[in-house]
């Protein structure tokens, strides 16, 4: 409510978001390279690799929110 009504909540909401989004395509990518998704994969069998990539994603939005948004 102090944020709300010093006229920072704005400026406290958009640092959020942007440490959410970084944080979200660092786990991606740690993910990615640790799983081995690569674009071969890709290009061999989109549909593993979307399977895949649906996880990863969903996985680090869980781990995002826990940690940033949640808190």
């Not at 996880?55 to 826990?66: F, S, T």
Request: hydrophobic content about 40%; charged content about 25%; overall charge negative.
């Amino acid at each position: 409510m102090n944020l709300l009504t010093s006229g920072k909540l704005n400026a406290y909401l958009a640092n959020i978001d942007k440490q959410a989004q970084e944080r979200f395509e660092r786990l991606i990518e740690g993910m990615k390279q640790t799983q081995g998704i690569t674009e071969q994969l890709k290009a061999e069998n989109a549909l593993e690799w979307v399977g895949r990539m649906n996880n990863i994603l969903a996985c680090a939005m869980e781990i995002v929110n826990e940690e940033i948004i949640y808190t």
